[in-house]
């Protein structure tokens, strides 16, 4: 029988270490929790991108903490309801993205192919480093390489807005 893990998103940490609780999604809660990142995407598409860029090493230094925060709760290193690292991580890959409905999905699916794939370097981070740190780092390195490939694929012409 499976361990349950006592969460309790009334403590902020957790509330947002959670994904505002997204990341208790009775399966596949990472697919759910990168939704989270869309209220903040959507607020912030319209500031400029270097406005973009410090909103996204805010949420990301501050999803360090609340992700080691409730790690140490449950007392389990990068649980999979802990997802504020794939709100950060999709908010990376919208970064400076013209907003549209296919522009949000190729991103999402980008994300979730590199944060899932873990290839080369992410690989690296997802199991070399630890804390809150650990938990973070894998999917900043995902959203950037998502990232990368929707500009890309703007820039080409392959995604419009």
Do not use: N
């Amino acid at each position: 029988m499976a361990k349950q893990y006592k969460f309790d998103i009334r403590k902020p940490h957790q509330f947002f270490g959670l994904g505002f609780g997204l990341g208790l999604a009775p399966f596949a809660p990472g697919t759910f929790g990168t939704l989270g990142a869309l209220p903040l995407i959507f607020i912030t598409a319209s500031y400029p991108l270097w406005l973009q860029c410090v909103f996204a090493v805010v949420i990301s230094v501050f999803g360090i903490w609340v992700c080691g925060q409730t790690a140490k709760d449950v007392q389990v290193h990068d649980h999979p309801a802990i997802v504020w690292d794939e709100v950060a991580g999709f908010y990376i890959t919208m970064i400076g993205a013209a907003l549209s409905w296919k522009a949000l999905l190729v991103g999402f699916l980008l994300f979730r192919f590199f944060d899932i794939a873990k290839p080369g370097p992410i690989r690296m981070l997802d199991k070399k480093l630890h804390g809150g740190f650990g938990i973070m780092a894998d999917d900043i390195l995902a959203g950037i390489f998502s990232l990368i490939c929707v500009q890309a694929l703007f820039k080409t012409g392959f995604l419009v807005a």
